[in-house]
């Protein structure tokens, strides 16, 4: 699955206030047999979306549909537990391009940031307003905006800065992967070799 460039999203919101969320319970364990990226969105959050018979859970806020878009409004400290790239891969297959929150386990972040998935960490503060804007109006959208690395509620227009790696911001921006992203300055290398070895 090619890595779609990313600049500017402007989305409905998904918010999801748990916190501690680990990566079994984005992908839990029996679904990771398959090597490629594709058709782990089925299994998203699989324990919470289905019932022991396979029947969507009514209170699980992908099974309603008056939550929808892109932005996914996680709680603190979301993407704990084991390493597994697949949590990344199956955020991105459901449709997700940015999940939000006020902190992220650092193996996700950047298996995120290797796949296409923006993880936006924002202030405590500034996350608590925005479930309490989208859950008043899920029709509120928020604006993220990489190059210049802001989100902003679209509604009061209230902005907040994040942080991200200058190389995954490049990446992310052309829609390289690290793979890409060498051979995209494959020439530089070369003449580097070249001279270096004169």
């Not at 939000?100 to 936006?120: E, M, Y």
């Not at 802001?150 to 990446?171: H, Q, R, V």
């Not at 829609?175 to 290398?189: E, P, Q, R």
């Amino acid at each position: 699955m090619p890595i779609e460039k990313f600049s500017t999203i402007i989305s409905t919101c998904v918010p999801m206030p748990i916190e501690n969320v680990d990566t079994d319970q984005i992908i839990p364990a029996r679904f990771l047999k398959a090597t490629s990226r594709e058709g782990f969105g089925d299994n998203l959050f699989r324990d919470w979306r289905y019932d022991k018979n396979d029947q969507p859970k009514a209170d699980f806020v992908l099974n309603n549909k008056t939550w929808t878009g892109t932005v996914l409004v996680a709680g603190k400290n979301f993407g704990s537990g084991s390493s597994r790239e697949h949590a990344a891969w199956a955020l991105y297959d459901y449709g997700f391009r940015v999940v939000v929150s006020s902190f992220f386990a650092d193996i996700f972040k950047n298996n995120a940031l290797n796949n296409g998935l923006l993880p936006v960490q924002v202030s405590d503060g500034f996350l608590s307003d925005l479930f309490k804007e989208v859950k008043a109006d899920p029709a509120l959208k928020v604006k993220v905006d990489l190059e210049n690395q802001t989100i902003t509620l679209m509604s009061s227009g209230k902005s907040e800065n994040f942080d991200i790696n200058p190389y995954k911001k490049t990446c992310m921006l052309k829609g390289y992967d690290d793979i890409d992203y060498l051979l995209s300055i494959k020439d530089n290398i070369l003449h580097f070799e070249k001279n270096k070895m004169c």
